[in-house]
């Protein structure tokens, strides 16, 4: 079956600006993770969603960083003025309940690039 | 902030000869996993430890955790060029999130 999709691969946008990054979580899966990475560096935590709802959001580094789930699937992170320090690969995963242990399963990840 | 730290930062070795990563952590964890990533995306699960648990397999994986010394090792025994990857460890305490470490860097050469 199809895994964890996230679009777009690869984003470069200037700094100030606003991006959107897309996650398409396994189909049937109710928990949905967002993690960092840097380069070098082992993926951080951001934000897990248990169905619609941000069930832990305190990995978000400040008020620039929002991220949404509408409708329980898809998820969009939201980074309004980008700053040169945001670049970094953006991580999803899915998991089928949330709970501890159950396996998250990760995306490709979208590299994004703040000039 | 980063829980684990594994130890080698980077590895190299020959096919056929095993691997040992280590890696530890400061708080106190539900369950240990181990994750593999290749060309920095793409981290795929291999195995997960629990806490109450000390040794685990999985195909040519050996997973322990020793939770008094709050560390784990991964071996990966008769190593092929394709195990050249990062491995990460990643705990779980009282929440869902997963907490990795830097990573090892393990090469593997044919």
């Known amino acids: 079956g199809a895994g964890v999709s996230q679009t777009p691969s690869n984003k470069v946008t200037e700094k100030g600006k606003y991006v959107e990054l897309r996650c398409d979580p396994i189909s049937g899966h109710t928990a949905l993770y967002w993690y960092r990475q840097s380069l070098g560096q082992g993926p951080e935590f951001l934000i897990y969603?248990?169905?619609?709802?941000?069930?832990?959001d305190s990995g978000l580094p400040n008020d620039r960083f929002f991220a949404v789930r509408p409708e329980g699937s898809v998820s969009t992170l939201k980074i309004q003025r980008t700053e040169r320090g945001d670049s970094a690969v953006y991580l999803c995963?899915?998991?089928?309940?949330?709970?501890?242990?159950?396996?998250?399963?990760f995306g490709p990840g979208t590299r994004l690039t703040v000039l | 902030s980063q829980q684990g730290e594994e130890d080698p930062q980077a590895l190299s070795i020959q096919e056929g000869e095993n691997a040992t990563m280590n890696c530890s952590y400061k708080t106190s964890i539900n369950n240990l996993q181990w994750y593999r990533q290749n060309s920095g995306r793409g981290l795929v699960h291999l195995i997960l430890?629990?806490?109450?648990?000390r040794e685990k397999h999985s195909g040519r994986l050996r997973v322990t955790l020793d939770t008094s010394k709050k560390s784990s090792s991964l071996l990966i025994t008769a190593s092929r060029a394709a195990d050249t990857a990062s491995y990460f460890c990643a705990t779980q305490g009282g929440s869902e999130k997963l907490v990795f470490g830097k990573g090892t860097k393990l090469t593997v050469n044919p």
């Open positions: 430890i629990r806490s109450n648990e």
């Open positions: 995963a899915s998991s089928l309940d949330g709970y501890l242990t159950d396996t998250q399963y």
């Open positions: 969603f248990q169905g619609t709802g941000a069930a832990d």
